[in-house]
T-cell receptor, first 113, second 117 residues
Framework: GNSVTQMEGPVTLSEEAFLTINCTYT??????LFWYVQYPGEGLQLLLK?????DKGSNKGFEATYRKETTSFHLEKGSVQVSDSAVYFC????????????FGDGTTLTVKP | GAVVSQHPSRVICKSGTSVKIECRSL??????MFWYRQFPKQSLMLMAT?????????EQGVEKDKFLINHASLTLSTLTVTSAHPEDSSFYIC?????????????FGPGTRLLVL
């Protein structure tokens, strides 16, 4: 079955530091890949996505590239802000699996001023 | 972008009572909605897939008689926690797929926090 493995947290960075959160996946087909962000007490918000190999998803300064050869979708941001503090979930979804999403365990990011 | 709402946002109930949670797609139609459960500091666990006009598909280990799902229209799915007990206390999140677009993007609701006393 499908699975997603995320870098364990928590991650604590200073403002303006470079962020990488690793994500690798296992899937039988050709899934779409997602990064979601969850702020305290709230639901999930789609941060970015990529639907095929070599696609790069980007939003709000965050980027992730769909790497089929390494089955990875690492999240990066060049300069984090305090407001980026949240839990980040990597996920995949594929139509052969009825469009269900498989989530990683989440990585808590804390950015200090 | 697509908006999904949930109601209520938080609810406290007594043990043994039933609680209904609504999930609505506000500006799109959704033939498929998903219900998740999230424990503190953990990931989302898929409970069931809700299909408009048909029975929900439950994941292994989820009691369908305890977590009743009804998807009566293209914009509304409900999850009813029957005879709730303290161990049912959790954060319940729904998501919906836009019926008119291809791909697997899901839009998530803001979640419902349930506390059973």
């Amino acid at each position: 079955g499908n699975s997603v493995t995320q870098m364990e947290g928590p991650v604590t960075l200073s403002e303006e530091a470079f962020l990488t959160i690793n994500c690798t996946y296992t899937a039988t087909g050709y899934p779409s890949l997602f990064w979601y962000v969850q702020y305290p007490g709230e639901g999930l918000q789609l941060l970015l996505k990529a639907t095929k190999a070599d696609d790069k998803g980007s939003n709000k300064g965050f980027e992730a590239t769909y790497r089929k050869e390494t089955t990875s979708f690492h999240l990066e941001k060049g300069s984090v802000q305090v407001s980026d503090s949240a839990v980040y979930f990597c996920a995949l979804s594929d139509l052969p699996n009825a469009g269900k999403s498989t989530f990683g365990d989440g990585t808590t990011l804390t950015v200090k001023p | 972008g697509a908006v999904v709402s949930q109601h209520p946002s938080r609810v406290i109930c007594k043990s043994g009572t039933s609680v209904k949670i609504e999930c609505r797609s506000l500006d799109f139609q959704a033939t498929t909605m998903f219900w998740y459960r999230q424990f503190p500091k953990q990931s989302l666990m898929l409970m069931a897939t809700s299909n408009e006009g048909s029975k929900a598909t439950y994941e292994q280990g989820v009691e369908k008689d305890k977590f009743l799902i009804n998807h009566a229209s293209l914009t509304l799915s409900t999850l009813t926690v029957t005879s709730a007990h303290p161990e049912d206390s959790s954060f319940y999140i729904c998501s919906a797929r836009d019926s008119w677009t291809t791909g697997e993007t899901q839009y998530f609701g803001p979640g419902t926090r349930l506390l059973v006393l």
